[in-house]
């Protein structure tokens, strides 16, 4: 561990949380498809059923139930190179779904990568605690480098200032120093109505980022009162493959210091891959840690960061690694591009599916975003919806609000259902007791339709459950709960 001048924090780390979706494309799958190599390893796939505003609610989750007895965050920042909505707030769906203050402050920071640590240095710069969630879902055209090599999922931070009580002694990590360049170039875009970016020849993007990226990484190290030979961690994050690669041998940090950066697992995820990394490392690491931050795009930034002594302490709940160990790799190559719309395949013949109505989902915000249902005072029965009169009791208006989000149970009853439409057949319906009282019918997602059985255990998540006249209908499902232990290996995708 390394030591250094004892610095200012310009901000503190209060807790963190990363979510990688349960689905994996096997690379030599993608090969065997299009007779091509493929390559090694696979990369995380968001379900039909996944976007960026309901993985990055995922992430935040984790994040805020880790961060027991720190403050609860008054702003969200969400930033993504590809939000599900164009002129709606995305963040505002994320805000709902964590049952926050409506007094607080939600805003997108979104359409390119660079978003991502835009949306840490507001939050740096922000008096109040600020969660800052990163997502994103890389695709690119079959047989692309974009499409091989991406990967999808969300991180959250979750920061305060330095002044006051907000981070003395609750930050896991002090930020010493934030350092950033700018430099106008063309080495990737995407139009506003297309679905995959065009990226200008590798070597270019190289000779582009070298300079920016040593200088940002040089300004942060001036700015912490260290050097290069201090830092036990660097993270390089950048879609970039030959410009991180570049930077990682003039860094003058170790090789043994330099992250992996999970390419074989789960792919580049573009906006979030620093949040992921960072967790990961924070996953792993002790107190008086020094970790180094540099991400590529559209420029550089650097932000070095210390941990402390809190994290003795602090164990998140569901780590980077655990995930990846835990999911599945049986997805089919014509699944993927059905999800992702481009193998367009005869539709249902059955009604097109009617999009929400906005009234009736402001009503119900609470119960829709939240998943809040309540509670009889009169006779504890819990209703989910929420109800005036109890069901049980008869009594009216004696109820109080009842978070269910984080409450756990288990299958009562269940059917897999192979007539009823769903981009990945069979549908499993189910019933669900929850811990405490309630019962709930709804749809598993990330589900074995083979294995799935009466009495297993599952908790909440939040999905996209359709999407109809470009309205998405956002609410909750069940999964399995899967411990690396019971992992017993990768369970089965229809096509």
């Known amino acids: 561990m390394s030591g250094g001048a004892a610095q200012k924090p310009v901000g503190h780390l209060l807790g963190y949380g990363a979510y990688l979706p349960y689905h994996r494309l096997p690379r030599a799958e993608i090969g065997a498809a299009l007779g091509s190599r493929g390559g ?10 996944e976007d960026t505003t309901s993985m990055g609610v995922e992430a935040a989750r984790i994040a805020l139930r880790d961060a027991t007895g720190r403050p609860k965050p008054e702003r969200v920042y969400f930033a993504t190179a590809r939000p599900a909505y164009r002129d709606k707030t995305n963040a505002n769906v994320i805000h709902a779904a964590l049952g926050l203050d409506a007094a607080g402050f939600a805003v997108d ?19 109040e605690p600020t969660l800052v969630v990163l997502s994103d879902v890389r695709t690119g055209l079959p047989g692309s480098a974009e499409e091989t090599d991406g990967g999808d999922g969300a991180a959250a931070l979750l920061f ?101 950066q999970l390419n074989g697992s789960v792919g580049n995820t573009g906006t979030a891959q620093p949040g992921i990394l960072l967790a990961d490392v924070l996953d792993r690491a002790t107190p008086n ?51 992702r719309d481009m193998l367009h395949r005869e539709p249902p013949r059955r009604p097109d599916p009617a999009p929400p109505a906005a009234p009736p989902s402001h009503r119900r915000a609470a119960y829709k975003f939240g998943f809040i249902g309540s509670r009889c005072t009169e006779c504890d029965t819990l209703h989910l919806p929420p ?60 589900v074995n339709p083979t294995s799935v059985a009466v009495g297993d255990r599952v908790e909440m998540t939040f999905r996209k459950v359709l999407t109809a006249d470009g ?8 999964r399995p709960v899967r411990d690396v232990a019971s992992q017993t290996g990768a369970e089965s995708t229809g096509d």
């Not at 090694?40 to 059923?49: F, I, K, L, Q």
């Not at 309205?471 to 069940?478: D, E, G, L, T, V």
């Open 471 to 478: 309205i998405h209908n956002y609410f909750w499902k069940a």
């Open 160 to 260: 305060g200032r330095s002044e006051g009580s907000a981070g003395e002694g609750t930050a896991l990590a002090d930020v010493l120093a934030v350092a950033s360049t700018t430099g106008e170039f063309l080495d990737r875009w995407r139009g506003a109505d297309e679905q995959s970016s065009h990226v200008w020849e590798e070597r270019f993007s190289e000779h582009a980022y070298g300079p920016l990226a040593e200088s940002a990484f040089a300004d942060a190290l001036k700015k912490a009162g260290i050097t290069a030979d201090a830092i036990d961690r660097l993270i390089i994050a950048g879609l970039s493959s030959r410009a991180t690669r570049q930077f990682a041998a003039r860094s003058g940090v170790g090789k043994g210091a330099i992250v992996d």
């Open 109 to 127: 920071m979104v359409g390119s990568v660079r978003s991502g640590v835009g949306a840490v240095i507001a939050a740096l710069d922000s008096a």
């Open 387 to 446: 109800s005036r009169v109890c069901a049980s009791c008869h009594a009216v208006d004696r109820m109080i609000p009842a978070p269910m989000a984080e409450t756990g149970g288990q299958i009562r009853t269940l059917t897999v259902d192979h007539l009823v439409f769903t981009p990945q057949p069979p549908a499993v319906l189910a019933v669900i007791d929850f811990d405490g009282g309630g019962r709930f019918r709804c749809q598993l997602t990330d």
């Open 289 to 339: 840690t020094t970790i180094a931050m540099v991400t590529l795009a559209d420029g550089a930034t650097a932000i070095i960061l210390r941990t402390t002594d809190a994290l003795t302490d602090y164990r998140a709940s569901l780590r980077v690694s655990e995930q990846i160990a835990l999911g599945s790799n049986a997805l089919l190559y014509t699944t993927f591009l059905t999800w």
């Open 40 to 49: 090694r390893g696979e990369r995380t796939v968001a379900s039909y059923d």
